[in-house]
């Protein structure tokens, strides 16, 4: 066991890694932030999708041990300041972008690394860059929908409801 | 205009919140104090007998407590089936013991041999390695079609074949030839409906805990149906009074028919725990789940149809193998034969349908229900073969449905396959279609498409589904072992907010949002004032769980009618308050008022009363506004609609791309259109997942040669278009009280035909007609050899 320390949401935390303890594992077991979901064992279903040092990881491909120093983002850290619903958070909520609930921290995560880099993305782009992450609830539409809402788009000429 | 609160909005659903911040309670979020982790150890074979199972260098290793063998499970019973399907002959289906470890034999990969009980996962699943198990291979039985031949080898020996039951249904054989014997036009179809697996994204888990003082066995795990389990757990496998087994679960991570079964875990941690003292935790991870999670369809079909020179459908008939797997799951046998057969007759006024099924073992994991379950098995023959009809009688494929369809003035319509629909208008939904899906536009969008050398197709598709399982005396007559109806209980609490527990489960449908709705629309109170609770078989009341879209039309009615029987009883209390007589007392929008007068008094009001009862009828009347329902169906509810899709084929590389997709439904009255919408999508998305992607494959060794999301193709938010849904035709079912029919599993029902038809019309119109069935995943190998194949 070796200590590990990062900053997770703005906030400094360490605790015990074994070298093959992974990123996701370190973020629910250790630290109790189970809002990172696994879905998988071959890093396709990005449910466990994170934010390291601003990138979008898929922390079940990351070692705890390799996050050492990093500033981490999860899913807990995305409300507002005040506790309510950050943008992308409510747009998911208002074009009905989830129903199961499991695969959503990761599909916030990941729309949250494209809008970083492109704040006005084509659907066929938001297409593209969730292809990481499956939902078996939605067939996508309305994630797609509240990705393009919470940039700004107008989303009516996708068929409403 | 709409509403923007109770039925007939669409109220955001409260559970997002937890679900967007990270605060789920999924099971796999969920510790107890002492808690040991559970390793399952199954078997790498799919056929053979087991000689040698060593164990002691297991339960040497570093941190494990335990290990469990069949010897551990000998006392108990193994996992009940909850439907007794009858053979042709009027024997009862064979019903081998399902053990809950394996007993001397595996019957397919992944069989459970022995659970590992460690102080970590890591500990329990190294050890489990340190196994010495040798087993004597047999050869497996993987194939339907060599399944039933003579000479096979036998997955039972016990019972001597692996033909489960032989199983005919609707109209007798020899009448049905004779219609076709005499028939204008047979259009015949030879199609297989490919294994699949649900892969809802959270995977299984199970926890036991067992407390000796009360002696309450408690197991916390990922189900749709949580009193169900409750109950076949204690009455079935334990054989322990039902109040000593409480099954809880929390939010579920979708299902999709695959969480509704009894698990063989869910037993060994609840007897782990027991013989342990200590909680003890299995969680499954996804390559588990592909050798685990009971699978879907999986069948081999023939079907035809005869018609006369009109393409009137005179008679149909259709064979089918369908796959049970290497044991029976809870509702394995239903599924190809009540769930299948029953909706044979599909939107159609044929006269005769015979249907036959043949359920067959296998070396395979059990097959079980998978959303829609038996119900997209007989739509997509169905659609599929009056399509290829179509073709062959030279009629456009719209206009063969409109010259069968049932017409709304048939209605009540008794089909020859049992059912007796309520109601519905098949043509009004098409008509719809032919709206929202522009097919007017069809040949301008196939024109672009040429000029970029693709060919593109328009399918359709028509479906009826049977949902609101079940009426209790119909599920019985049909073999079934359990009630369907559902039950209820509403709590106005004295402050004035109401607590609603229901015996149905949410694993995605927002429950917790639409059930609200209807109580906030009756009671005339803020959605916000309505908390609905599911989940615990200690808190809640009975009741059979989420399955066969019928949480609402059986588990809302329940609801309705205990918020009926409270509404009666605070009208009692308001007429005593009022000094009015109860007759005079009306109720609308949270009011009661003397009729003609101004003299009034609020819900809040009336519910404080109760249980301040300072002035109070207590002669006549009990304190308290509390209320409970049982509600059975009196019918079946039957969603039906019309979808559309258009394709693009690629005649370089036989790629298929689903350009759009349209539905138009009818589910009767909609409590909250943007969830309803919602169900449709997804259903569509596995429905395209089908139709191209997905496919559940075993080699010739019984080895699962599709077992990960590597392999699996499961489709991806690239793979799929948007979707065009419209569900404003509504003919409210007749027979419950909220009109409601259920949407949860139409579009996985009524989508794989129309993929399937795009694709088949994209390949004629561009000059290969020689091609005129393509078995699903239409993948771009199958395309390209079909295009060849000339």
Redesign the interface.
């Known amino acids: 066991m070796t200590k590990v320390t990062m900053t997770v949401n703005g906030r400094s935390v360490s605790g015990e890694a074994e070298g093959?303890t992974l990123l996701s594992a370190f973020l629910?077991e250790t630290l109790g932030?189970?809002?990172?979901?696994?879905?998988?064992?071959?890093s396709?279903?990005g449910?466990c999708v994170v934010h390291v040092d601003g990138k979008s990881v898929k922390s079940c491909t990351m070692l705890a041990m390799d996050a050492e120093g990093a500033s981490v983002t999860?899913?807990?850290g995305?409300?507002n300041p005040d506790g309510s619903?950050g943008t992308l958070?409510q747009a998911?909520?208002?074009h009905?972008g989830?129903?199961?609930?499991?695969?959503?921290?990761g599909m916030?995560m990941s729309a949250a690394a494209l809008l970083a880099v492109n704040p006005k993305p084509t659907?066929?782009e938001?297409?593209?860059h969730?292809?990481?992450?499956?939902?078996?609830?939605?067939?996508?539409?309305?994630?797609?929908r509240a990705v393009l809402a919470a940039s700004g788009q107008d989303v009516s000429a996708?068929?409403a409801? | 205009m709409p509403k923007d609160s109770g039925i007939g909005a669409s109220s955001k659903r409260r559970e997002d919140v937890r679900f967007l911040t990270g605060k789920g309670r999924y099971m796999d979020d969920m510790n107890r104090p002492g808690q040991a982790y559970a390793y399952l150890l199954r078997s790498p074979v799919a056929h053979g007998r087991i000689t040698a199972l060593d164990t002691r260098e297991a339960e040497a290793a570093p941190g494990v407590i335990k290990v469990m063998t069949s010897a551990d499970t000998a006392g108990i019973g193994g996992l009940p089936c909850g439907w007794q399907i009858h053979s042709r002959d009027g024997a009862p289906m064979h019903e081998p013991k399902h053990p809950v470890l394996a007993e001397g034999k595996v019957h397919h990969v992944g069989d459970p041999v022995a659970m590992v009980i460690a102080e970590t996962a890591a500990q329990a699943r190294d050890a489990a390695e340190m196994i010495v198990m040798d087993i004597e291979e047999l050869p497996p039985v993987v194939n339907m079609k060599d399944a039933v031949a003579a000479g096979s080898p036998l997955v039972f020996d016990e019972i001597g074949t692996n033909v489960c039951f032989d199983w005919t249904f609707g109209t007798p054989q020899a009448e049905t030839d004779a219609v076709f014997a005499a028939a204008a036009h047979v259009t015949t179809l030879d199609l297989v409906n490919q294994r699949l697996v649900a892969n809802p994204m959270e995977p299984r888990v199970a926890l036991g805990e067992y407390d000796p003082i009360t002696e309450l066995h408690s197991l916390f795990t990922t189900s749709q149906n949580p009193q169900l389990i409750r109950l076949l757990l204690s009455a079935f496998v334990l054989g322990i009074p039902e109040q000593r087994v409480r099954v809880m679960a929390p939010d579920v991570g979708g299902g999709f028919g695959s969480k509704i079964f009894h698990y063989n875990e869910e037993v060994l941690v609840v007897l782990a725990s027991k013989a342990l003292k200590r909680p003890v935790k299995w969680t499954s991870d996804r390559s588990e789940a592909f050798l685990s999670d009971r699978q879907g369809r999986d069948h081999v079909t023939r079907i035809e149809v005869a018609m006369d020179k009109d393409g009137h459908f005179l008679a149909m008939r259709t064979d089918t193998l369908a796959n049970l797997g290497g044991y029976l799951s809870t509702l394995g046998p239903a599924i190809p034969t009540i769930l299948h057969g029953t909706l044979m007759a599909g939107n159609y006024k044929t006269p005769k349908v015979t249907v036959n099924v043949k359920g067959v073992f296998t070396n395979t994991i059990p097959v079980d229900a998978y959303r829609g379950a038996g119900r997209p098995e007989a739509t997509y023959q169905l659609e599929r073969l009056v399509d290829k009809a179509a073709r062959e009688m030279g009629l456009d494929p719209v206009e063969i449905r409109r010259r069968n369809f049932i017409q709304p003035d048939q209605f009540p319509y008794a089909t020859p396959v049992g059912l007796a629909y309520d109601i519905g208008n098949y043509d009004a939904t098409m008509d719809k279609l032919v709206e929202v899906a522009d097919f007017a536009g069809f040949e301008a969008r196939k024109a672009e498409s040429a000029a970029r050398g693709k060919l593109r197709g328009l399918g359709v598709s028509s479906y009826i589904e049977a949902c609101g399982i079940a009426p209790s005396a119909a599920a019985g007559a049909l073999g079934g072992r359990a009630g369907g109806w559902e039950s209820a209980n509403v709590r106005v609490n004295a402050a004035g907010g109401v607590t609603v527990w229901t015996g149905t489960h949410s694993h995605g449908q927002g429950h917790e949002t639409t059930f609200a709705q209807i109580v906030a629309d009756m009671l005339g109170l803020p959605e916000n004032m309505i908390d609905i609770v599911h989940g615990d078989s200690a808190s809640g009341p009975l009741g059979l769980g989420t399955y066969g879209s019928r949480s609402l039309a059986v588990g809302g009615s329940a609801i309705v009618r205990a918020t009926e029987k409270v509404i009666a009883k605070a009208k009692k209390i308001a007429a005593h308050l009022l000094e009015a007589a109860e007759e005079d007392i009306t109720f609308d929008k949270g009011t009661f008022t003397v009729a003609g007068t101004d003299k009034a008094i609020d819900f809040g009001t009336v519910a404080l009363t109760a249980y301040v009862p300072h002035n109070f009828p207590h002669e006549t009347l009990e304190p308290g506004l509390e209320e409970q329902a049982f509600y059975d169906p009196a019918n079946f509810t039957f969603p039906a609609g019309a979808y559309a899709c258009e394709v693009e084929v690629d005649p370089e590389t036989g790629k298929v791309s689903v350009c759009s997709f349209a539905a138009a439904d009818d589910f009767g009255n909609i409590i909250n259109p943007m969830v309803v919408s919602g169900q449709v999508h997804g259903g569509i998305g596995q429905g395209i997942g089908q139709a191209l992607m997905e496919n559940c494959v075993y080699d010739e060794n019984g080895q699962l040669l599709s077992g990960s999301f590597m392999d699996y193709a499961m489709p991806r938010a690239d793979d799929v278009p948007n979707y065009v849904v419209d569900h404003s035709c509504i003919t409210p079912c007749t027979h419950n009280p909220l009109g409601v029919k259920g949407c949860g599993e139409a579009g996985a029902i009524g989508s794989p035909p129309a993929v399937v038809n795009a694709v088949i019309d994209a390949l004629q119109r561009g000059g290969y007609s020689h091609v005129t069935h393509i078995d699903m995943p239409v993948s771009p190998s199958r395309v390209w050899a079909a295009m060849q194949a000339k």
């Open positions: 093959r629910r932030l189970t809002g990172t979901h696994v879905g998988c064992d071959t396709q279903c449910a999860t899913i807990e995305m409300a619903l958070q998911f909520q208002d009905h989830l129903q199961c609930g499991f695969c959503t921290p916030v659907e066929a938001i297409r593209h969730l292809e990481g992450n499956i939902c078996r609830c939605t067939g996508y539409h309305n994630i797609v996708l068929a409801e």
